[in-house]
């Protein structure tokens, strides 16, 4: 190989191929340290280990002056990184979407790290559905709501009827197995049989094996139940914001504008629930707490405007659906570590 080829193979410091100022990745002119064209750098070489471990990290959790320039702004500065964000100055701070998800993720690493499901056993307990079944079958035999056939039994709800059901009161029923099944006509709609036969596997696993398989699978799946609930909260400040906006022209009103809000409030959120793991229960977790409600409310009122006691009243109905969402998605969860297994 002569030293003209030579050259031409090994990139030089500045990202140039035999000596010209031109992106390697592009192949557009870039004489400065970054390709004005597509943002690679122009030094080409291989980074040293500090370095490379330095840009892995760096790529998630940005670990330079931005990481804690963002969170003390997100912890300290009610509304802040949300108005900064719709000011256009998103080069200094993490992205919203990004600083979400990644304090979620390690929100729940960290409860799996502190907290195991033995903890989880002594809050909750298992009972026999099959005996709970059948003393919910006898005392409805008893009032009169379940009459017992020699092919099954039958559940009558009064008033109710459906498409095909020639009786008005049956509706609905159970097999001999109290199978809970829903009839119309002759169509009978029941579980899928892979999901029963998960459902039977689960109810003989032991107290321990139960606790473990809930408290692992809610933990893997706890992060998409957050990221699902992310865009219904930007609809719901949506909702709670919708109408004139004449009086405060600088309200969010447009869905993308409540999805960067609702997600530092997430984020925050987040941030809360971590300190929450690190601090005792005392006069320091209440200030926590006070801090939160306060933050929520005034982060609300910074970025939306308005008078206060408008916004109380728009934070509490958020609250209140959301707590509703927050309650199905629990109990999503609850289903998919029992059936996702």
């Known amino acids: 190989m002569s030293s003209t080829e030579l050259k031409e193979a090994v990139p030089t410091e500045a990202g140039a191929v035999g000596g010209d100022a031109t992106c390697r990745n592009c192949g557009a002119p870039a004489p400065g340290r970054f390709c004005g064209s597509c943002g690679q750098e122009t030094a080409v070489v291989l980074p040293r280990v500090g370095t490379f471990l330095r840009e892995a990290a760096g790529r998630y959790v940005a ?55 033995g903890q989880l056993a002594d809050e909750i307990s298992f009972v026999n559905s099959d005996d709970v079944a059948k003393e919910i079958a006898d005392e409805l ?55 029963r036969n998960r459902y039977a596997n689960f109810k003989k696993l032991s107290t321990e094996d139960k606790t473990e398989r809930i408290y692992s699978g809610m933990l893997r799946y706890g992060p998409y139940a957050m990221v699902a609930l992310l865009p219904a909260l930007a609809l719901l400040f949506g909702l709670a914001y919708v109408g004139r906006t004449a009086s405060y022209p600088g309200r969010p009103r447009r869905y ?24 005792p229960a005392g006069l320091l977790g209440s200030a926590l707490t006070l801090w939160t409600v306060y933050y929520l409310l005034r982060a609300q009122q910074v970025v939306y405007r308005g008078r206060w006691w408008a916004g109380v009243l728009r934070a509490g109905f958020v609250a209140i659906v959301y707590s509703v969402l927050l309650a199905l998605a629990v109990v999503g969860l609850l289903t998919m570590a029992v059936m996702l297994r």
């Open 63 to 117: 670990l330079d002056g931005r990481l804690w320039r963002t969170l003390f702004a997100l912890f300290a500065r009610p509304g802040f990184l949300t108005l900064e964000y719709f000011a256009g100055r998103r080069r200094r701070y993490i992205r919203p979407a990004r600083l979400f998800l990644v304090l979620y993720l390690l929100l729940f690493a960290l409860i799996g790290l502190m907290h195991s499901s």
């Open 141 to 195: 035999t008893a009032s009169g709501g379940l009459s017992v056939t020699d092919g099954g039994a039958t559940l009558r709800i009064p008033g109710v009827a459906l498409p095909g059901v020639e009786d008005a009161n049956k509706s609905a029923g159970s097999d001999d197995d109290l199978n809970v099944e829903v009839r119309m006509g002759d169509l009978v709609k029941a579980l899928p049989e892979p999901l």
């Open 256 to 279: 993308a504008e409540h999805l960067v809000y609702a997600a530092h409030v997430q984020a925050f959120a987040a941030l809360m629930l971590m300190a929450q793991l690190f601090v």
